[in-house]
């Protein structure tokens, strides 16, 4: 199987959840609303794939480990690919609303999205050597941006009895992540007696 096939997938999944968002709602705002919710959800785990890559290489190293480390690469590109299609279902949505969108309320999530562009375009190694350290403050700042919209964006949802259960459950994995993420960099601080 080529390398690539992590973004292959992530694209192939964010557009079948796309138009079944579309064609689920009762109405073009739902249908479109519905296309937004589902593709942010389906680009979570995909994120997270990301995000713990380097992490889950170091707490339990194993062949299944190895290969999500080696592909991290086509990983991040399939979530920037399936956060394009979550924009596309987005704007659509937020024009179909009669209730307009303050500029304020934009501002995280457009922060996020410029992450998500100058990671996609600095993904490849001719960009890592150009960029040196750069490179990586520019990457472990961006993944951790993300990581806070993501679990600001679902802490949200908790208060709201409807949405309470997505809320609890994607904002506990995020939390998880993020513990992983520290535990991986203990291990790494921690010298080594063996
Ligand atoms: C300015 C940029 C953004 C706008 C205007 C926006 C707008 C939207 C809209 C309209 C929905 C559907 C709301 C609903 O009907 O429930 C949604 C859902 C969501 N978006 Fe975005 N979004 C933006 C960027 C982002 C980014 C960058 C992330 C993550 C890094 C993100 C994560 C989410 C999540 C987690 C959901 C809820 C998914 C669920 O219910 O499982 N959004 N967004």
Redesign the pocket.
Known sequence: MPRTWPTAFATIAALTIFAAGLFSGGNTLEGW?LA??WT??AG?PIFLATYLASSLVRLAPAPWSRALMRDRRWWGLGFAAS?TV?FVA?VV??NLNPEP?TIAS?VP??I??AF?ALMALTSSKAAMRALGQNWKRLHSTGIHV?WL??TL??AK?IPAPE?RA?GIV?TALAITALILRLAARQKRAAPAFA
């Open positions: 609303s937004a919710r942010a959800r979570f956060h979550h987005l949505a937020t969108r934009l999530g457009g996020a999205y998500i993300i919209i993501y964006a679902y949802r949405t997505i994607m």
